[in-house]
């Protein structure tokens, strides 16, 4: 039944993912190389969908393999710069405002595990960098 359930939710993923692009079934399945029928089976969480279709939607329409597998972060995917650069700025931010100092050793970590982090969530949000920042400073 878990199985069944997880097809369905990456079906509804992928329709999200066509839907965004103002595309419709067909011509959707024609950009992957695929049938209409199979993608309509893949959509509606009736089939798994290969992991080389997986990896085309992702590299062509640069949708997060996490989300669209797992649900789990943004459906687009992240820009690992995007990633280092808002890591350090909540870093710089909550040390600015808490009138905290730590060694660049100290911040350098900091910025590490915010970034393993975004990596692994798909995003960064305000809210975990500062609960974390919180904690660990």
């Known amino acids: 039944m878990q199985e069944l359930q997880s097809l369905r939710n990456v079906g509804k993923r992928l329709s999200e993912v066509r839907t965004r692009l103002g595309i419709s079934q067909i011509p959707f399945a024609e950009t992957l190389g695929i049938s209409s029928s199979a993608y309509k089976n893949y959509e509606r969480g009736e089939r798994e ?3 080389k279709l997986i990896i085309d939607i ?6 997060n393999p996490a989300w669209l597998i797992l649900g ?3 459906e687009t995917q992240v820009d690992i710069g995007e990633i280092i650069e808002a890591s350090v700025i909540a870093t710089h931010e909550f040390l600015s405002s808490e009138h905290k100092s730590i060694s660049p050793e100290r911040s350098g970590k900091i910025v590490s595990h915010l970034v393993n982090y975004a990596l692994q969530e798909g995003e960064l949000t305000k809210e975990y960098a500062t609960s974390f920042l919180k904690a660990a400073i």
């Open 49 to 51: 969908v290969p992991l």
């Open 58 to 63: 992702c590299e062509k329409y640069e949708v």
């Open 72 to 74: 789990k972060g943004s």
